[in-house]
């Protein structure tokens, strides 16, 4: 006969001193020979933890009283702060948490031997409404009685029960209950799964992915939907390359890279582009600033993406060779330079996964080399770096780990690291990004 299998009682909560904060913004203490990572308390505090998870030598729990808190310690805004997963240091003082973002980052260095150099000054924008680029899970649940809209709860492949985000851009941030009730009258209510949110400084872009076909009826909502809410809807039936405006017919959105000059780079709600608008153009200012381009040098930008450091640096230089994976991605970037009537970029679909050094492109000279990689890094392109002859490299960090052992194979390539800085692109999350400059 089969064991009958049985739902476990929890441990009894227990009190603990935390000791600091991991990388991942949870508090570290120590119970019954264990560490024990706790959402949601500070260092210093004092906190009665209830274990969510027991494995065989770590715990995760969350602090389900404060008894003793911080001084940094804030009342988190968002009401659905602990069981919405976008977010982990809410209840942290912004400051601070620029100050964690940092520490984390010098400690994974020292901790690789790397020696920092010079810190820059973190680059700051809104810590609110800041993002404009999301995407919402959407799930009916008859139990709720609602179509619930938003992003998973923590720990949980389950949709929190969410009725606005506080950093979402406020134009898509507080409509969730205006969206949940306009898909709850669908008659595909069931079959809406997700929707892309893309906003530039005019308009928000929401792209419904549809599981079946929409009826006329639905369409009808949706275009109604768009009319009294001013935001631009776009359908979704697979991939991203089946998007496709619905309301209005026409739909452009752009964005500036630099607050001080007139470039714009136009996009796609599926297309990467920084969450943070704020942020972004500071660190594009920061970058060129920090490259030292004069006019005559020769540039490379390596995953340059749509541009957005491609275009900047083009109208201050000789020459930019953008680099990027995605075939469609840089066909657009091309499009870009065409259309702000730059003409000295080359753009190349290669993955730079798989590079081997035989490209053409790694057979030239550059003056300057800027990074731009995705979370897992530039491994595999960093060895032949150190024959193309460039004495200064800007490598945008959105991954510490990655980071510090690509700044290890810089290090041994040649380059020292001059400077670092983080960057606050994810207010009110741990996630941490950085620049880093190397020079010869």
């Not at 957005?308 to 930019?320: D, E």
């Not at 770096?385 to 290090?411: K, M, N, T």
């Amino acid at each position: 006969m089969a064991r009958r299998n049985r739902r476990r009682t929890p441990p009894p909560p227990f009190e603990a001193r935390i000791e600091k904060l991991s990388h991942e913004g949870r508090g570290i203490c120590h119970h019954n020979g264990k560490i024990v990572f706790v959402f949601g308390a500070l260092p210093g505090e004092k906190v009665s933890v209830r274990i969510d998870r027991n494995r065989k030598q770590l715990a995760e729990g969350h602090a389900a009283e404060v008894i003793e808190a911080s001084p940094l310690r804030i009342e988190p805004r968002c009401a659905h702060f602990g069981v919405c997963g976008g977010c982990s240091l809410q209840h942290l003082e912004s400051d601070a948490q620029i100050d964690f973002k940092q520490r984390a980052l010098a400690e994974m260095m020292a901790h690789a031997g790397i020696e920092a150099g010079r810190w820059m000054e973190p680059l700051r924008a809104e810590s609110w409404g800041y993002r404009r680029k999301a995407r919402l899970g959407v799930k009916h649940v008859p139990g709720k009685g609602r179509v619930l809209v938003g992003f998973r709860e923590r720990s949980s492949p389950f949709l929190a029960d969410m009725h606005g985000c506080p950093v979402l851009d406020p134009r898509v941030g507080e409509r969730l209950d205006e969206l949940s009730a306009l898909i709850g009258a669908m008659d595909a209510k069931d079959r809406i799964a997700q929707i892309e949110v893309a906003c530039d400084d005019t308009h928000c872009a929401l792209a419904f992915r549809h599981l079946d076909p929409l009826s006329e009826a639905d369409r009808q909502r949706l275009i109604d939907f768009a009319g009294h809410s001013g935001l631009w809807v776009q359908t979704q039936s697979a991939g991203p390359d089946s998007i496709r405006p619905l309301y209005p017919e026409e739909q452009t959105l752009s964005f500036r890279p630099l607050a001080d000059d007139d470039l714009e780079i136009d996009f796609g709600v599926s297309d990467f582009t920084q969450v943070n608008a704020g942020i972004n153009q500071k660190m594009v200012a920061q970058a060129l600033d920090r490259l030292q381009l004069e006019p005559e040098h020769r540039v490379l930008d390596l995953f340059c993406g749509l541009g957005n450091f491609t275009l900047p640096m083009a109208r201050r230089c000789a020459s930019v060779t953008g680099i990027e994976g995605d075939q469609p991605m840089v066909e657009r970037a091309r499009a870009n330079a065409r259309r702000q009537g730059i003409d000295n970029t080359e753009y190349r679909a290669v993955d730079l996964t798989r590079v081997d050094g035989s490209e053409p492109w790694l057979r030239g000279r550059y003056d300057r080399i800027l990074l731009d990689p995705p979370r897992s890094g530039a491994r595999e392109v960093i060895p032949h770096l150190h024959r193309l002859g460039a004495e200064r490299i800007v490598y945008v960090s959105c991954q510490p780990s990655s980071l510090v052992r690509d700044a290890q194979l810089l290090i041994e390539a040649g380059y020292r690291l001059e400077e670092l800085g983080v960057m606050d692109m994810f207010p009110q999350t741990a996630h941490v990004e950085s620049m880093a400059v190397f020079v010869r």
